[in-house]
């Protein structure tokens, strides 16, 4: 069995409660100050880590695993804390680190690209996707990562581990964290001891947009199936890396770019080839019908899809 979560990029708000609820029930102790396991970026953007769309990782054609960079403290962004006192009077904006802050979580928050009036952004939350094929587990020399039987949650073994930090370098998504406090590295548990009693994880069930649905993979029933399995519209990210990720993500839909005279057009704003690089070849496809759908839902006819999107009813979203 195969836990799994899908995200509605076209519900986001990018408010971050998702990422308030991770971080304030996970990772408040030493040496995970500087670690998100859950964040929503802003895209296009740079990402969190800085740069880790572009670091060659996950797994070649061969099926073997490449080791690309180590990110820096820098390229999460080193955690500092405002002076509040200081920035209302003009003077002392920060303290700490000892350097003017360059980057952090969210730096390129809201700015996205394009010109206006076709400028464009939209969110993109992240976390751990539990890979079927998990490149942190295969980069391993210590066999500290493993993947449980009963639910597919990718874990680390803290009595294995001794931060060689391999799995880092081979996760093409920068989801595992070196903890610098115990050396050894941490990451996204998929709140496996709230879904042991049934209870959703933390950023699913804190969504204030019902933006994520949570179910396993195989339950015919559960809305996770209905939305990747059978109406095809949820989608990975950037499933060319080879780890068959258990997060997907419902792509977004775009606003018409305008012409010279401030008409709009039949073309995306947001390009469809901007979409691809992030969820593959099947986004224009997935699109469609979710267009499809709601063309119907909006002429009063029944649509399966647009009653789980809606997500009328909140317990309906989760099938622990």
């Given amino acids: 069995m195969q836990i799994a979560m899908v995200i509605d990029l076209n519900k986001c708000i990018g408010c971050q409660t998702c990422t308030m609820a991770c971080k304030t029930q996970w990772t408040l102790e030493k040496g995970r100050e500087y670690m998100y396991w859950n964040n929503v970026e802003t895209m296009p953007g740079k990402g969190y880590p800085k740069g880790y769309m572009d670091m060659n990782t996950g797994f070649n054609e061969n099926k073997e695993v490449v080791l690309g960079p180590l990110p820096s403290l820098v390229d999460y962004g080193k955690p500092w804390e405002f002076n ?37 952004y939209f969110y993109l939350p992240r976390l751990c996707n539990h ?28 009595e294995k581990c001794r931060g060689y930090r391999d799995c880092v370098e081979a996760c093409p998504y920068k989801k595992v964290y070196f903890n610098t406090y115990l050396k050894k590295v941490e990451k996204c548990i998929m709140c496996f001891p709230r879904l042991e009693k049934g209870i959703p994880s933390a950023c699913a069930r804190q969504c204030v947009g019902r933006a994520r649905w949570q179910s396993y993979l195989e ?25 068959s990720p258990n997060v997907f993500y419902i792509p977004p839909f775009s606003p018409p770019a ?46 399966g899809l647009m009653d789980i999107l809606i997500a009328y009813r909140h317990k309906d979203m989760f099938k622990i």
Avoid: Q
């Avoid at 209302?88 to 904006?93: A, D, H, S």
């Avoid at 020399?141 to 949650?153: M, T």
């Avoid at 339950?219 to 780890?243: I, N, R, Y």
């Fill in 84 to 120: 509040y006192g200081g920035f209302i009077e003009g003077k002392n904006k920060v303290i700490g680190p000892e350097e003017v802050p360059l980057w952090g979580p969210n730096w390129d928050e809201e700015v996205g690209e394009g010109d206006y009036p076709n400028n464009f």
């Fill in 131 to 158: 890979c079927t094929d998990p490149a942190c587990l295969a980069a391993c020399s210590r066999k500290a990562i493993y993947k449980r039987k009963e639910d597919g949650i990718v874990l680390v073994d803290l």
């Fill in 219 to 243: 339950d015919k029933e559960g809305p996770v199936h209905k939305l990747v399995k059978v109406w095809k519209v949820a989608l990975p990210l950037m499933p060319e890396k080879g780890t």
């Fill in 258 to 303: 305008f012409d010279r005279d401030g008409r709009p057009t039949d073309k995306p704003r947001i390009p469809v080839s901007y979409l691809k690089r992030l969820f593959g070849d099947d986004v224009e496809n997935a699109l469609n019908i979710l267009k499809e759908e709601i063309n119907k839902k909006s002429n009063g006819k029944p649509s």
